[in-house]
């Protein structure tokens, strides 16, 4: 059984189209997030959910909508992409946000691609 | 702003120790300097984490100097197959509680 897992693992759209990626993790973690990664590998955090309640909301365009139906699973919503847009998305959880030693287990990625 | 950096990237070859170090010079007081292995086409995995000092497990090492502003992941004779991207994640005091990865590092390793 996959711990995260997240799909699809590759989408290509066009501009303009709204598209969904769904995250599921079976750990029975409290905390879940996204994280997009860039071309040069960095990963920056975009959201994160504590128990289905937002708790970090970065700068992320208003385009980028989470939606966490329970704690088990974090969805992300993209509507209006645009081509900065592309990029490898990754979903995480972890067991008690704020702990000193939180580990972070991450999904195997959405590669996106907007055309 | 401080950052978390890392070097962008690493070379070596098979059976060398390589040392990745990673600075974070604004790291919470209470908080834990963790590495990640990511391999292409694959999510980060989680492979050592400390607080202070040196910490061995089965696939590396860690060491941490007393002022905890730097880590460095100590992988000891790599092989072809620890050639992936390796991040560094730790906990600032001045960004909200949030998590933040280095630039990651990517390691190439050749026979």
């Known amino acids: 059984d996959t711990a995260v897992s997240q799909t699809p693992k590759y989408l290509v759209t066009q501009m303009g189209n709204d598209k969904s990626i769904k995250c599921e993790q079976n750990?029975?973690?409290?905390?879940m997030y996204w994280y997009k990664q860039d071309s040069k590998k960095f990963l920056k955090i975009m959201f994160s959910y504590n128990n289905k309640e937002l708790i970090i909301n970065e700068t992320v365009p208003n385009r980028f909508s989470p939606k966490s139906p329970d704690k088990a699973h974090l969805n992300l919503h993209i509507n209006s992409l645009e081509l900065g847009d592309s990029a490898v998305y990754f979903c995480?959880?972890?067991?008690?946000?704020?702990?000193?030693?939180?580990?972070?287990?991450f999904g195997s990625g959405t590669q996106l691609s907007v055309l | 702003l401080a950052k978390t950096t890392q070097p962008i990237s690493m070379d070596s070859y098979e059976g060398q120790e390589v040392n990745i170090t990673c600075s974070h010079n604004n790291i919470a007081t209470n908080d834990y300097i963790t590495w990640y292995q990511q391999f292409p086409s694959q999510g980060p995995r989680f492979i050592i984490q400390?607080?202070?000092t040196k910490v061995t497990n089965e696939v590396a090492s860690l060491f941490i100097p007393a002022d905890r502003k730097s880590s460095t992941l100590s992988l000891p004779r790599v092989s072809l197959s620890d050639t992936a991207v390796y991040h560094c994640?730790?906990?600032?005091?001045?960004?909200?509680?949030?998590?933040?990865f280095g630039q990651g590092t990517e390691l190439s390793v050749k026979p």
């Open positions: 995480a959880s972890s067991q008690g946000a704020s702990s000193a030693n939180e580990k972070l287990f």
């Open positions: 400390g607080y202070k």
């Open positions: 750990l029975g973690h409290d905390t």
């Open positions: 994640l730790s906990r600032p005091y001045n960004q909200g509680g949030k998590l933040i």
